[in-house]
């Protein structure tokens, strides 16, 4: 009953549901400058190559209007295309993958490159990485710099792990890993051991990996144990750690992603679309934590599979309206939000000209105004303003230009919308301290170590950022 009350009393945006997508399989979720690309095999085009979803959160997914790799583009393979992970490395990011480029010699594995997550990916290794049957790629990086490759090896029985070389393109010193016909399990009814994927805990690597076929509704999870990635593998004897429970079923190929703040660790898998079907598969998420063993190596705990209302991820920012008085931290805005964002205010700028609004000013400069990211009752918004943005935005300027309209921008369930405010309204947000975060302007605009600061009544503008809360004293 207590449990039940806080959900109820708190807002929905803190808490989320599996599962949190539908049509991907195997997913993969990479974490690269505070932002999420979530990659799998797409089961509507599978065929064509991989899409790919970015999220602040782990809850809230926004899809690519583009694939990451597309079949023919100076890409490896010509169908099935399965289980892509990506790494960044030196500036650029590497796509691992498997697909069918021989429909005679079966699945290969195939590294493909580009200097944006979001791709375009292209062609970068020479031609597959292990000439022989292979699928679900995982890259592991020990502490001392070392790379590897595990993978499904000649048959889905079979996981092995290599060497790869600094430049990716070759791996060598295969081994074999663990075996699902060699080492049979109980829960394993099929012999089915893929979609490995490895982490380090306090010493001891960890190698989880799928039992039973994709298709199986005991499609589940497990892991074997070492002290070294090339080997001996143990079996954790109480497997699985993942497994159906109720109508939630086939829960597997799984990856890991830490919270935003880093304090959580969740298991990142997928499930059966229901208990009749098995496609379009739903990418779930839940919570892991280590059960800790004197002398040996920890126990894993996977709190799921949940299909409840669960706390979202430790630090992560609602999308819309947080609890009154919350902080947002800094956020700046990547480039294809910026473009997403000059779309919205494009289209707001051509409908209220079609409604015969007069800026008396050119055009927005549309594309040079994406500067400051505010706070607007729990949202971030972004301003946009038909003249002298900075001027206006610093609040120096109302009494000048008291006809001036602005150009809201607003970020809701991760996506962007426009709309258009009067300057009457703005001055009574003003002159109340309310919506605008900044309240009305204290001081004049100084300089201070080489950056031009303005106070407010809620924080400071200091050079191009907005520091809430903030008080600078001038020099």
């Known amino acids: ?102 429909y005679r010699k079966g699945q290969r594995i195939f590294v493909a490159v580009s200097d ?20 679900d790629p ?30 990716l393109k070759k791996i060598y010193d295969v081994r ?47 892991y074997a144990v070492a002290k070294n990635p090339m080997g001996p593998w143990k079996k954790y004897p109480k497997n699985p750690v993942l497994f159906k429970k109720g109508n939630i079923q086939g829960t597997g190929h799984n990856s890991f992603i830490r919270s935003p703040d880093g304090k959580e660790l969740f298991i990142v898998y997928h499930k059966h679309f229901s208990s009749n079907d098995v496609t379009p598969r739903q990418v779930c998420i839940d ?16 709190l799921g599979p949940t299909e409840s209302f669960q706390p979202a991820p430790s630090g992560a920012i609602p999308p819309d309206h947080p609890k009154v008085g919350e902080v947002w931290p800094d956020l700046e805005l990547m480039d294809y939000e910026k473009e997403q964002i000059k779309q919205v205010v494009q289209n707001e700028y051509n409908l209220q000209l079609s409604k015969g609004f007069n800026p008396g000013y050119p055009a927005p400069n549309i594309y040079g105004n994406v500067g400051y990211v505010h706070e607007w009752w729990g949202t971030l918004v972004q301003f946009f303003v038909n003249g002298d943005s900075e001027s206006v935005m610093a609040g120096k ?8 309209t602005f150009i809201f921008v607003i970020r809701k369930n991760g996506k962007y919308e426009a709309f258009t405010v009067k300057n009457e ?22 300089e201070k170590d080489g950056l031009m600061v303005q106070n407010f009544q809620n924080g400071a503008i200091i050079g191009d950022k907005w520091k809430r809360g903030a008080q600078i004293s001038p020099p």
């Open 138 to 167: 995982h890259y592991f990086k020990d502490e001392d710099g070392q790379e590897y490759l595990f993978f499904n090896y000649k048959w889905v029985d079979t996981i092995a792990v290599a060497k790869l070389t600094p430049d």
């Open 116 to 135: 944006s997550p979001l791709g375009p990916f292209t062609k970068y290794s020479e031609g597959p990485l292990i000439d022989e049957w292979s699928n």
């Open 397 to 404: 300027y109302f009494p000048l230009y008291p006809k001036i």
């Open 425 to 446: 309204i703005l001055d009574v947000f003003l002159s109340v301290g309310g919506p605008m975060v900044c309240g009305a302007p204290v001081s004049d605009e100084f």
């Open 1 to 102: 009953m207590m449990i039940l009350l806080c959900f109820t009393a708190l807002p929905n945006d803190w808490f989320y549901r599996n599962p949190l997508l539908t049509g991907i399989g195997d997913p993969f979720i990479l974490e690269y400058n505070g932002v999420y690309y979530l990659y799998g095999t797409c089961d509507e085009v599978s065929s064509q190559g991989f899409e790919v979803l970015y999220s602040r959160d782990l809850i809230h997914w926004i899809k690519h209007d583009k694939l990451a790799l597309k079949v023919g583009d100076n890409n490896w393979g010509k169908s099935q295309f399965w289980a892509p992970e990506v790494i960044y490395k030196n500036g650029r990011f590497y796509m691992f993958y498997s697909a069918l480029e021989d």
């Open 287 to 302: 919570r892991v934590v280590f059960l800790s063993k004197d002398n040996e190596a920890d126990v894993v705990r996977v």
């Open 176 to 222: 074999i890993c663990i075996s699902a016909r060699t080492e049979p399990e109980e829960w394993v009814t099929e012999p089915v051991n893929e979609g490995p994927y490895v982490i380090k805990h306090k010493g001891f690597y960890y190698l989880f990996y799928s039992g039973n076929g994709y298709t199986s509704p005991d499609y589940g999870v497990g």
